[in-house]
């Protein structure tokens, strides 16, 4: 079992940056982890996911804007958020698994980006 627990979320004016954390209860070295984001009236979209070794990937809508990192020595994720849009508001959720489908999710932290 895994609890993820999010932090940094916020209201920004777009084109402005934003910076996510995700600490976890126990080490997350070996899983995938990811963001994930949501909101009204839409299904949770898949936003970026980092691998145990390091390599990342990310949704189209925010590539070249959004960079993810993880620290295994603090149990840690990242997401940092650059020129962000009016679109990018929403719930993000962190979330970690095995394989690429996440097996655990943390409660969600509030971002909103004014126009």
């Known amino acids: 079992q895994v609890q993820l627990v999010e932090s940094g979320g916020g209201l920004v004016q777009a084109g402005g940056s934003l910076g996510l954390s995700c600490a976890a209860s126990?080490?997350?070295?070996?899983?995938?982890m990811g963001w994930y984001r949501q909101t009204p009236g839409k299904q949770r979209e898949y936003v970026a996911r980092?691998?145990?070794?390091?390599?990342?990937d990310f949704v189209d809508s925010v590539k070249g804007r959004f960079t993810i990192s993880r620290d295994n020595t603090k149990n840690t994720l990242y997401l940092q958020m650059n020129s962000l849009k009016p679109e990018d508001t929403g719930v993000y959720y962190c979330?970690?698994?095995?394989?690429?489908?996440?097996?655990?999710w943390g409660q969600g932290t509030q971002v909103t980006v004014s126009s």
């Open positions: 980092i691998f145990s070794d390091g390599r990342s």
């Open positions: 979330a970690a698994g095995v394989y690429t489908n996440p097996t655990y």
């Open positions: 126990r080490s997350i070295f070996g899983f995938v």
